[in-house]
């Protein structure tokens, strides 16, 4: 199966949304890092990138959904503390699985993030974001399709 | 409308109905009008100011200024006081741009004594001030130097060749929060701000040179040394990644701290802790830092800017008549007296996208504006205006001594950039109103586009109507800079 889109970017009033879809959680989560830093910058021609800045992440959380706030959350702070834009996201590990998320409360991921280093002559910086929120932020399974979805709202 | 609930009090204020089937431990106040409330009542702003007068020890009404707008947890333009025993304290009530605020500087310059010279002007400052992510910053320090900026805040720049001494009384707490303590500020933090102190940021931050176009109150506005036809400066911006991060940090503290103490959460961004809790104190002094982190960040940016026009015409700031009128923060959680039902108390009051609007004679107020009230700094959008305002003694009883912040946005970021197109919008700006606009990114200048804001006139009507702050002056843009 595949997916007819990775993430979209929906209205809303005061700050900026995305929704982002995943066929499994961890397609997810890459998803959702992808859908922050199309809203973050791009490069300005389209050519390959030298992708060769490589992070490790590695994060705990108390659930699914703080985990995520948790992984943006490093990814941002990644980008501006080395001045990353980082355009490629892998979830290498991920504990526990969803089958035993319930018995559990220990959650944690590892993941690769690669990116250039920032330069204004090739990418344009499009939005500076602050934080993903909490605001009704729920992960959800479309148990038909077997499709995760979360909306994420952040703080521009 | 929502039937039954919201109850109009008189043309200016709106109330959302005490309803303890809801949770509300107090009522709703809406600062509004019946052109704009419409507006307010079809977002899901309503709820937001019903989830914030349900959170515990709320003191008399959970309120929403008259820019008030549908955010995340908290509403933008939303007001809440929080008694100090019973009550908590939110970071989700300030937001992640910790005291986010603006300065205004005044010259002795007129429009007509400088105006071939903006162009150059702007340029020089674009190119000098450093604006955020991927423009090299002109700071960078050391853990000892954050130490002291966190702890000191504008004081710090005094002390280190980027700050004017004069300036620091007329900051909010004279330029620094001493409630402030670097201990409960992460690592992550620190290293955030580490390059960032003087830097602009992007989004909505800007620094605009500014014409006085109308004077309202002749005897503030003599007092504050504002003229018609003078020039102005106008700097917009926060606490940067430092101040984000502590509202990161302290969103995930409070997540766990919220069911340790049992408190019922509508919304997971309205975490909090008591006030007098370990949590709730660790995060009172990280946010501290931040705040004087942001007042530190306004102050260095004003005095690069200041030097500019100082290379410009080659003349001491001094004789330039270059003075900070005021620096105000509109997103912060401060503890003040206030008289709640004839007895005074001592309150947390979470301003998040609101100013602090203190009436005449008022113990936190500088002695020169004693008489007049606290400076209230009204910034618009980049193609129509921004006031100044001075606060009431009515909005000590109105509001927690609050007022607007802004226009508020009208259209989302995207549906901005769909409808306009940065580069097409800079040149109708130069053209039709003669407004210079620098910017690196164009998506974001399409963004900020005057049409995606509402017209900040009709919002300090509402304001002075509703009595929460005055006008002194409005001010036109003569040029902008976005990070």
Known sequence: MTLSKEFEVIDYTSDVKIRAYGRNIEELFENSARGMFSLIGKNKKFRLNNIDKIFIIKIKGASYEELLVSWLEKLLFYHETKKILFFDFKIISFFPDKNEADINPEYSLEAKASGERIDLKKHEILTHIKGPTYHNLNIIQDIKNEIFEVNIIFDV | ?483
């Not at chain 2, 936190?364 to 007049?372: G, N, T």
């Open chain 2, 1 to 483: 409308m929502i039937d039954g609930q919201i109850k109009k009090i008189n043309d200016y204020k709106f109330e959302i109905v005490l309803d303890k089937g809801k949770g509300m431990n107090v009522p709703g106040i809406i600062f509004s009008n019946d052109k704009l409330i419409e507006a307010v009542l079809q977002e899901e702003t309503i709820n937001q100011v019903i989830n914030v007068a349900s959170l515990p020890g709320i003191v008399k009404a959970s309120y929403a200024m008259p820019d008030i707008h549908y955010g995340y947890g908290f509403p933008i333009g939303g007001v809440a006081a929080f008694d100090l025993q019973q009550g908590v304290i939110s970071p989700g009530g300030v937001g992640f741009d910790i005291a986010c605020g603006v300065r205004v500087i005044k010259t002795d310059f007129e429009y007509g004594d400088i105006k071939n010279k903006i162009q150059m002007l702007m340029e020089n400052i674009f190119m000098n001030v450093p604006k955020g992510v991927g423009t090299k910053g002109r700071l960078r320090l050391s853990d000892r130097e954050m130490h002291d900026v966190l702890l000191k805040g504008a004081l710090w720049t005094v002390n280190n060749n980027c700050g004017l001494e004069e300036n620091l009384a007329h900051i909010e707490e004279n330029g620094t929060f001493l409630e402030a303590d670097p201990a409960h500020v992460s690592k992550e933090a620190l290293q955030r701000g580490r390059e960032q102190l003087g830097s602009l940021g992007s989004g909505n931050h800007f620094i605009e040179l500014q014409k006085v176009c109308e004077i309202f109150d002749k005897e503030a506005a003599g007092i504050m040394d504002i003229f018609e036809n003078q020039v102005l400066i106008m700097v917009h911006s926060g606490s940067r990644g430092l101040g984000h991060q502590v509202c990161s940090d302290y969103l995930k503290i409070m997540q766990n701290a919220s069911l340790k103490y049992n408190i019922n959460l509508k919304d997971r961004q309205l975490a909090c802790a008591p006030f007098n809790s370990a949590e709730g104190m660790k995060y009172y002094k990280a946010m501290g830092c931040a705040v004087n982190f942001a007042m530190a960040n306004r102050e260095c940016l004003s005095y690069w800017i200041i030097q500019e026009f100082e290379k410009m015409f080659s003349k001491s700031y001094k004789k330039m008549g270059m003075e900070l009128i005021y620096d105000i923060s509109h997103n912060v959680a401060k503890v003040e007296n206030h008289i709640v039902d004839n007895k005074k108390m001592n309150l947390c009051v979470h301003r998040k996208g609101a100013t602090r609007s203190f009436g005449p004679g008022h113990e936190s107020i500088p002695a020169d504006y004693k008489k007049i009230g606290q400076p209230v700094i009204i910034p618009g959008d980049m193609g129509r205006y921004s006031y100044i305002m001075t606060g009431t003694k009515k909005a000590m009883t109105e509001s927690m001594g609050s007022s607007c912040h802004g226009a508020g946005r009208l259209l989302s970021r995207t549906s901005a950039k769909r409808q306009i197109n940065g580069s097409e919008l800079k040149k109708e700006l130069f053209r039709e109103k003669g407004i210079i606009v620098l910017a690196n990114s164009m998506s974001g200048l399409a963004e900020e586009a005057p049409q995606a804001y509402k017209d900040i006139a009709d919002i300090v009507d509402i304001a002075e109507n509703a009595g929460l702050s005055k006008k002194v002056a409005k001010l036109k843009p003569l040029g902008v800079i976005k990070g």
